[in-house]
């Protein structure tokens, strides 16, 4: 089973103040849908509101095979939404409108060391959700759930903050990080593979998966460093593709049969195989308003 864990919204896509779509989404909402479509068990921990949005993002997520037995629905509070604002190289920008305020309520969950868990973007460092998050990552660390983690930001945090010692925690629960450019920046004023990498190690963490919008991605470990080339695509959307990314890297290692023993085994002959692919499902996804791969290239992937 592969468990992902984060926010669920409704994506209100515009473009030059016209509205474009609106869609289920959040970060590792997204990937769930992409992995479902695979073919991939999949479970997803979220939150949602009483409402017809709620109801929605509910019924899509089963509907594309995700598990949503670990959700929790309150009848009393509305869905996040997610404007999306789309420039001219279809790159998004967010305002959001939330209504939760209570802390959210733990969710225990059945893992072993064949597992997968995935958690990400700033659902990962909020105070509301912390215990619940939290209690997650240290039942899975100690069951030797493999553990991959997508920080999923853009702007610094304060040092000082709980957000900025939640993440240092996250890091050292990861067996695997992916980090964007602009995360890498964010987090540690630089984009340089190997800087980033030294400070990935400070908190246990051996691979990096290093993501740079259209140029090369770079893959980290202790034995070497692989470079894997991003084809040049004319985008619709970027909305997702981080996401998606992640979903396709999931997909190998889950059929790969990875674990969190044997995550610092892999070879490059794994990771020839693994990038191309969710380099493929992110670009699949920047050609569309969907926040996931689409039907048609599941389709051919799980013939």
């Known amino acids: 089973m592969i468990y992902t864990i984060g926010e669920t919204v409704i994506d209100l896509i515009f473009k030059n103040k016209q509205p474009q779509a609106a869609k289920v989404g959040g970060s590792a909402l997204n990937t769930s849908v992409s992995l479902g479509r695979l073919n991939d068990k999949v479970a997803f921990i979220s ?26 629905q309150y009848d009393d509070k509305k869905t996040s939404l ?16 939330k209504e939760f305020t209570l ?27 912390r ?5 997650i990552l240290h039942h899975a660390s100690e069951r030797n759930v493999l553990i991959v983690y997508d920080p999923n930001m853009r702007k610094p945090l304060d040092k000082k903050s709980d957000a900025y010692q939640y993440m240092r925690e996250n890091f050292r629960f990861a067996d695997i990080v992916h980090l964007s450019d602009e995360d890498a920046y964010a987090l540690f004023s630089t984009t340089d593979v190997e800087a980033v990498y030294a400070e990935l190690q400070k908190y246990s963490v051996n691979t990096l998966i290093f993501t740079q919008n259209k140029q090369d991605v770079v893959v980290r470990t202790e034995k070497e460093t692989l470079l ?5 695509i004319k985008t619709v959307s970027t909305i997702g593709a981080g996401d998606t990314f ?3 890297v999931l997909h ?11 995550v610092a085994r892999l070879s490059k ?3 020839d195989v693994a990038i191309p692919f969710a380099i493929a499902c992110a670009g699949n996804v920047c050609q569309s308003m969907d926040n996931y791969v689409d039907l048609s290239f599941a389709l051919k992937q799980n013939s």
């Open 269 to 271: 002959k794994f990771w």
């Open 228 to 232: 894997y080339n991003v084809p040049e």
């Open 246 to 248: 992640n979903a396709g």
């Open 47 to 72: 939150e949602i509101g009483g409402d017809e949005f709620g109801n929605w993002c509910k019924n899509f997520l089963a509907e594309n095979g995700v598990d949503t037995s670990k959700m929790l």
């Open 131 to 135: 215990q619940c998050v939290a209690n």
């Open 82 to 97: 997610a404007i999306a604002f789309l420039n001219e190289q279809n790159d998004a920008t967010y305002q959001f409108y």
């Open 103 to 129: 802390n959210m309520p733990i969710c225990p969950i059945e893992c072993n060391s064949n597992d997968i868990l995935l958690f990400s973007s700033s659902f990962a460092l909020n105070s509301r959700v």
């Open 252 to 262: 190998i290692l889950n059929n790969q049969n990875v674990t969190k023993k044997s």
